[in-house]
């Protein structure tokens, strides 16, 4: 089984420049996070995806974060424009059903420059 | 707001030795538990979890954890470790399954020495 699909895997911009990640989640689960993981922290849910609508953005920065699951499938996150604090592993998550069982992506690598 | 705390930012313990990571949460009621591990440059991988039932759960790799909700802690465990479990390990912690967030703790880092 195929599993949690992102990329890119690094990204390097300069501050104020936009960047986009892409998420494609394993086939049949519902349910889509973003998280974000600064250097020496644990992952911080960004936003939660149920099919294609939204359960939980209180978390995401909405001046300069979005995202979108057009189709209830693959997802896009995008940042405009990129702070320095941006510099993060963007993870990519789906699950069946709610939380049960979250499986991971490998992360996307922003550096902010 | 829930909270989960990870005392121990960096452990070492050598090859075949035993180990046990903490993990203390913060929340009202029993939230579902979890354990993933993360190498280098990899995603999270899940360990084990706990919903309910019996409170010492088995996982991959040869860990284990046990619920406590007296110390409202899920500590990690493994009895002998393998240099390929140094990583970074996460305890997280989920209040409602339909519709809740993990949580995340900060992170313990372990380092095996031969």
């Known amino acids: 089984e195929a599993g949690v699909a992102q990329s890119p895997r690094y990204k390097i911009i300069e501050k104020r420049q936009s960047v986009a990640f892409w998420c494609n989640p394993i086939?049949?689960?519902?349910?889509l996070y973003w998280y974000q993981q600064i250097l020496g922290q644990g992952p911080k849910l960004l936003i939660q995806?149920?099919?294609?609508?939204?359960?939980?953005d209180s978390q995401l920065p909405k001046d300069r974060f979005s995202a979108e699951r057009l189709k209830g499938v693959d997802s896009t996150l995008k940042i405009q424009p990129a702070k320095l604090e941006d510099s993060a592993v963007y993870l990519c998550?789906?699950?069946?059903?709610?939380?049960?069982?979250?499986?991971f992506g490998q992360g996307t690598r922003l550096t902010v420059v | 707001a829930q909270s989960v705390t990870q005392p121990d930012i960096h452990i070492t313990v050598s090859e075949g030795a035993s180990l046990e990571l903490r993990c203390n949460y913060s929340?009202?009621?029993?939230?579902?538990l979890f354990w993933y591990v993360q190498s280098p440059g990899q995603g999270l991988q899940l360990l084990l979890k706990y919903f309910s039932g019996d409170t010492l759960v088995q996982g991959i790799k040869g860990f284990e954890a046990e619920f406590k909700r007296s110390q409202s802690s899920f500590n990690l465990r493994k009895p002998s470790v393998h240099w390929s479990d140094a990583a970074e390990y996460f305890c997280a912690v989920v209040i409602n399954t339909n519709a809740g967030k993990s949580t995340f703790g900060d992170g313990t880092t372990l380092t095996v020495k031969p």
């Open positions: 995806f149920q099919n294609n609508g939204v359960v939980d």
């Open positions: 998550a789906s699950s069946l059903w709610g939380d049960t069982e979250a499986f």
């Open positions: 086939s049949g689960h519902a349910t």
């Open positions: 929340y009202g009621a029993t939230p579902y």
